[in-house]
């Protein structure tokens, strides 16, 4: 079914939401809302925002916060990537827990949702180091652990990942 987008001028650099239901294997509900400048709509939000649409069609159940926003973030301009990163520099290896890398759901402070974008990204990009694009969508679609995950398809612990990205 189509996805039905509201969008709003502001000007504010801007953001946007993808919302959409999992059932059975099927997503349905759709609905994308986007605001901000022209500029920044075009370059930034609404590749990151179509990102989340796309992924949830191939993969067809909830993946991992960080995961998502990581991937979505690869679809943004190279200031926002470059940005991303200098934040990612700055975190600390010991948020990347299994807990923290198991969330479904955003965190609920601004320090915490900054950290989960950057971070988030920076893994995603540490993943695409190590293997292809194909790896990293078998890595989403599978729904077992993510130690299980990392295991199997990237000979890693969570450990030995965090202290590789953190290197």
């Given at each position: 079914?189509?996805?039905?987008?509201?969008?709003?001028?502001?000007?504010?650099?801007?953001?946007?939401?993808?919302?959409?239901?999992?059932?059975?294997?099927?997503?349905?509900?759709?609905?994308?809302?986007?605001?901000?400048?022209?500029?920044?709509?075009?370059r930034?939000?609404?590749?990151?925002?179509?990102?989340?649409?796309?992924?949830a069609?191939?993969?067809r159940?909830?993946?991992?916060?960080?995961l998502?926003?990581?991937?979505?973030?690869?679809?943004?301009?190279?200031?926002?990537?470059?940005?991303?990163?200098?934040?990612?520099?700055?975190?600390?290896?010991?948020?990347?827990?299994?807990q923290?890398?198991?969330?479904?759901d955003?965190?609920?402070?601004?320090?915490?949702?900054?950290?989960?974008?950057?971070?988030?990204?920076?893994?995603?990009?540490?993943?695409?180091?190590?293997?292809?694009?194909?790896?990293?969508?078998?890595?989403?679609?599978?729904?077992?652990?993510?130690?299980?995950?990392?295991?199997?398809?990237?000979?890693?612990?969570?450990?030995e990942?965090?202290?590789?990205?953190?290197?």
């Amino acid at each position: 079914r189509p996805c039905p987008i509201s969008v709003r001028d502001a000007p504010h650099s801007g953001g946007g939401a993808t919302r959409f239901r999992f059932e059975n294997g099927e997503v349905f509900d759709w609905s994308m809302t986007i605001e901000g400048s022209r500029e920044f709509l075009l370059r930034d939000v609404i590749p990151h925002e179509v990102d989340h649409a796309v992924r949830a069609s191939l993969v067809r159940h909830p993946i991992e916060r960080w995961l998502d926003e990581g991937c979505a973030s690869l679809f943004e301009s190279e200031d926002v990537k470059l940005g991303l990163r200098e934040t990612a520099r700055k975190a600390r290896a010991e948020l990347i827990t299994e807990q923290w890398l198991s969330q479904l759901d955003y965190p609920e402070n601004s320090t915490d949702l900054e950290a989960l974008y950057a971070v988030g990204f920076s893994l995603v990009e540490y993943l695409l180091s190590l293997d292809d694009a194909s790896t990293l969508l078998e890595f989403q679609r599978s729904e077992s652990s993510i130690e299980s995950r990392l295991l199997s398809l990237y000979g890693v612990t969570i450990s030995e990942f965090r202290g590789n990205w953190d290197q």
